[in-house]
Nanobody
């Protein structure tokens, strides 16, 4: 059974950077769409970025474009989210996710991840951006 462990969250000041990691065990990430999501206090979980399993295309939400970079290291079975120019609005718990529904096509951020019942989630890592 696939398990994901998120790490890398921290308290940083506005403008600083962080790199989040998500390491998988119990399976290989080659066979999943991979995503990073975040949930701020009082808000719903929202997508940040994802990698399509079919062709490796990486998608970003508008808030992440130009500041965040998602990548993967297949040898380490790990995905990363490099976050630059962080602002207070980026404060949230960040979760990685793996979706086994390879039959789903189109931009992976448009898939239904939350509440699907088949997506595997990491435990989350807290990112706090504050001066």
């Amino acid at each position: 059974q696939l398990e994901l462990v998120d790490s890398g969250g921290d308290l940083v000041q506005p403008g600083e950077s962080l790199r989040l990691s998500c390491t998988a065990s119990g399976g290989t990430l080659d066979y999943y769409h991979l995503g990073w999501f975040r949930q701020a206090p009082g808000k719903e979980r929202e997508g940040v970025s994802c990698i399509s399993s079919s062709d490796g295309t990486i998608y970003y939400t508008d808030s992440a474009k130009g500041r965040f970079t998602m990548s993967r290291d297949n040898a380490k079975n790990t995905v990363y989210l490099q976050m630059n120019s962080l602002t207070a609005e980026d404060t949230a718990v960040y979760y990685c996710a793996a979706d086994p529904r390879l039959m789903l096509t189109g931009p992976c951020l448009s898939h239904t991840w939350v509440g699907s019942g088949v997506v595997t989630w990491g435990q989350g890592t807290q990112v706090t951006v504050s001066s």
